[in-house]
């Protein structure tokens, strides 16, 4: 008797706590009102960049008329995206009397492209539908700066700092012969950290090796295995910027066509 008061007892606690978790979590959009971005060269004009805003129902869109940028001649307007990520899962019980459980949720984002022109700041502003007011993100716009004190790869010869003193993206490197055991060895300039390292296989379209710190380093080691002579990589070096936490990527692209 007291078994099965017990079992009854458990399975209308296990039916609670079901109907908790289920129930949807209302929360505002969400975006930050204060970002600082980098020119990702010495050129103006040619650095592409995105702010975001996330966690918007259907029915708050961001109509493209309503984006403005206070500035153009630092951050200039370039495209407006929306998309749509789908939150859903069904669970069935082995518990006798206790019934599947679904749920789904969808939730929607933008992305306001930005073509950045030089250093300086600008305020971006849009509606949201059904929410009053003009939203504004703060955008502060920085000069390209080299974050690379350091930077070999095992097979091309020579440290690659130089090749990032312009710009953030490295073409033409080429290796001599097929190399195995090959290490990515990088070290960031001053008043910038590491978070992540990574090996893109081009052909094959995927990540084959990465590794990312939950706490930015000042110097890494990411060890790719065999690169391949002829074969086309890229490795990608994610930077953080001490002072005011802005990320930058340093791409290097070997044996592209």
């Known amino acids: 008797m007291k078994s099965n008061f017990m079992k009854k007892l458990f399975a209308m606690a296990l039916a609670v706590t079901v109907a908790v978790t289920a129930v949807p979590v209302s929360a505002a959009p969400t975006y930050s009102k204060d970002q600082t971005l980098y020119m990702t ?4 004009g040619s650095t592409y960049t995105s702010i975001s805003i996330n966690n918007l129902t259907k029915s708050q869109t961001i109509a493209k008329s309503s984006v403005k940028s206070s500035n153009s001649k630092v951050a200039k307007l370039y495209y407006l995206e929306r998309s749509t990520s789908d939150y859903s899962y ?39 539908k059904g929410i009053k007011g003009t939203k504004t993100i703060k955008v502060t716009v920085k000069k390209y700066a080299n974050p690379v004190s350091s930077m070999t790869i095992t097979g091309i010869k020579g440290d690659l700092k130089n090749k990032t003193k312009s710009g953030n993206s490295v073409s033409s490197l080429k290796l001599a012969k097929t190399t195995k055991s090959a290490v990515v060895s990088v070290k960031a300039n001053k008043g910038w950290k590491i978070e992540a390292v990574q090996l893109y296989d081009t052909a094959n379209d995927r ?19 065999t690169l391949t002579k002829n074969k086309a990589y890229r490795v990608e070096v994610t930077f953080v910027n001490s002072s005011n936490g802005s990320t930058l990527y340093c791409y290097y692209y070997i044996n592209q066509k």
């Open 41 to 44: 060269s010495s050129s103006a």
């Open 207 to 225: 990540t084959t090796r990465m590794y990312s710190y939950s706490k930015p380093v000042s110097s890494a080691k990411l060890n790719v295995g």
């Open 90 to 128: 069904k669970t069935d019980y082995f518990e006798n009397g206790l019934k599947p459980n679904a749920y789904s949720s969808k939730s929607y984002s933008y992305r306001i492209g930005l073509q950045l022109q030089k250093a300086g700041t600008s305020k971006i502003s849009f509606a949201i």
